[in-house]
């Protein structure tokens, strides 16, 4: 098997199985000093009304050196236009040394990377 495929199965069977039934799951990869990062989040339906919703994700991370998952509940602001939250990723268990510091997006369903700042040194990976 080669090894993207090994990481899209690795992926695939760390989805929660309700997460991945949403079909609105986001996958994208990033290029962290030459390796291939991959990153998906799963989010479920959100809950709250008004100005504030919460919405509990399923994020999972994966390199060709390891991978882990993990569930969060981020706190979205509606309104107009997509919301946005920060999460920080310590690349330690992908056999990576940093943090990435992202900035996500909420719309239409879906969580995804808007960017991505990789410390220390302040690289800018998206």
Same mark, same amino acid.
């Given at each position: ?29 990033? &290029?962290?000093?030459?390796?291939? %990062?991959? $990153? #998906?989040?799963?989010?479920?339906? +959100?809950? !709250? &009304?008004?100005?504030?919703?919460? %919405?509990? $994700? #399923?994020?999972?991370?994966?390199? +060709?050196? !390891? &991978? ?13 236009? +997509? ?44």
């Amino acid at each position: 098997m080669k090894s993207s495929s090994l990481v899209a199965a690795v992926l695939l069977a760390a989805f929660p199985a309700a997460a991945a039934s949403q079909g609105h799951c986001s996958r994208e990869t990033l &290029s962290v000093r030459g390796t291939p %990062v991959t $990153v #998906a989040y799963c989010p479920t339906v +959100p809950a !709250g &009304s008004g100005p504030e919703v919460t %919405v509990p $994700v #399923a994020a999972t991370y994966s390199s +060709p050196s !390891g &991978s882990f998952s993990k569930n969060s509940s981020f706190r979205f602001i509606t309104g107009e236009g +997509p919301a946005r939250v920060l999460e920080n990723v310590d690349l330690g268990q992908l056999g990576l040394t940093g943090t990435l510091h992202l900035t996500l997006v909420y719309a239409g369903g879906e969580v995804r990377i808007e960017n991505a700042l990789l410390t220390p040194g302040a690289i800018i990976i998206k």
